[in-house]
């Protein structure tokens, strides 16, 4: 079946440090969708992404549609500790209009 | 005001228990979700729905139903907890626009059954 792969599965980092990571999929998508979820709160949409190639910033955070369609990329960078959270990256749910499949997270912390 | 709200936050029940947990919202959506999300699996979904009186299985919908009274609460319910179907539960909402559907999350459910 559809899948997404989040790689890392966890980051422990230096404040100050930049921050990648990634999503591949086992099927071409047509969006890719980046959330946030902060301890103890619901994921929060950070950044849609609907063309191959695309590149979108929202402040520090820059996300990449993969050329393949099968991959999207995330960089923070220079972290903050309110940057510690989980890191979902989203994208259709095959053959169900309007259904979002999720990948497992990466979880970033972040020593001051 | 929260856009979508869960009641209750936190609840802990006892195996053969039934549980409801309801979602409301005021973003005036028509679709309306419900997640579980364990530790390291993400998010899965177990039910949605696109309008009043549609209601769609998700991924894991086995132990669970819902029930959606109206545009804007989706309840979800498990007939007879048991104990794997601890995990944190969250509802959401879109509206389709342009190329996507993004969602939108409530503050999620804590659910304990032991």
């Known amino acids: 079946g559809q899948q997404l792969n989040q790689s890392p599965q966890s980051m422990f980092i230096q404040e100050g440090e930049d921050v990648s990571m990634n999503c591949t999929s086992s099927?071409?998508?047509?969006?890719w969708l980046w959330y946030k979820q902060d301890p103890g709160e619901g994921p929060v949409l950070l950044i849609a992404l609907y063309k191959a190639g695309e590149l979108t910033s929202n402040g520090r955070l820059t996300a990449q549609f993969g050329i393949t369609r099968k991959d999207s990329f995330l960089n923070i960078s220079a972290s903050i500790p309110s940057d510690v959270g989980i890191y979902f990256c989203a994208g259709p749910r095959g053959g169900s209009q309007g259904n979002l499949i999720f990948g497992k997270g990466t979880k970033l912390s972040v020593k001051p | 005001d929260a856009d979508v709200t869960q009641t209750p936050r936190n609840r802990i029940t006892k195996t053969g228990k039934r549980i409801m947990l309801e979602c409301s919202q005021t973003k005036g959506h028509d679709r309306m979700y419900w997640y579980r999300q364990d530790p390291g699996l993400g998010l899965r979904l177990i039910y949605y729905s696109f309008d009043v009186k549609d209601i769609n299985k998700g991924e894991i919908s086995d132990g669970y139903s819902v029930s959606r009274q109206a545009q804007a609460k989706f309840s979800l319910s498990l007939e007879s907890a048991i104990p794997n179907q601890t995990a944190l539960y969250f509802c959401?909402?879109?509206?389709?626009?342009?190329?996507?559907?993004?969602?939108?999350f409530g503050p999620g459910t804590r659910l304990t059954v032991l």
């Open positions: 959401a909402t879109s509206d389709l626009a342009g190329n996507t559907d993004t969602q939108y």
């Open positions: 099927s071409i998508f047509n969006t």
